[in-house]
């Protein structure tokens, strides 16, 4: 019978011998035969997979793990998208608020953001008598820790007649989707 040598580093040969004992190989001969011949029939006669295929399954096999990395980081960007807008009122708090809002008085936008302009008209005047380098909404956040900080200090009270479901667009929105501002 015909000789063929193979010449292979110390840690593969050492790789090969753990393998053979591992398996039912007899031994390193019979692994490398038995290797040789599968290649060849995976190349040949289609008892295998040819390697151009196989490098596309594999390409495809790395692409599904991505895939599937890319949605375990989406499902968990949901999952705290969820826990952040997670409302903290019980739930028959929130149907009742769902049904008190269908029950409260209609008004235009146009005339909500009148309203609105008038409490910022107020909010920015407190702003200009502090040195003028204030924001509204610094006067807003200032004005909130007060009330809940002071028991002297109240917002305004308002009644369930100060609420209202506001309907349509208010013109300064509609002027700035058209560029008029």
Partial sequence: MPHV?????E??????????????????????RSSVRKEIARESDGD??????????????????TLR????????????????????YPSE???????????????????FAEWESETQSELWDVAQEQSGNVSVGE???????????????RTKPRGPSEYFRVRGQPANVRNRERGDE
């Fill in 93 to 111: 708090i929130v149907e009742l608020g769902h049904d008190i809002a269908g029950e409260l008085e209609e008004v235009h936008a146009d005339r």
């Fill in 139 to 153: 006067v807003k956040d200032a004005l909130e820790y007060l009330e809940e900080n002071l028991s002297y200090v």
């Fill in 69 to 88: 990395e890319q949605m375990a980081d989406l499902l968990e960007g949901f999952e705290d998208v969820e826990a952040a807008t997670a409302t903290q």
């Fill in 5 to 9: 040598g193979v010449s292979v580093n």
């Fill in 11 to 32: 840690a593969t040969k050492e790789d090969w011998e753990e393998y053979v004992e591992e398996t039912d190989y007899g031994s390193i001969s019979e692994l490398v």
């Fill in 48 to 65: 295998g997979v040819p390697r151009e295929v196989e490098a596309e399954l594999t390409e495809v096999a790395e692409t599904q793990a």
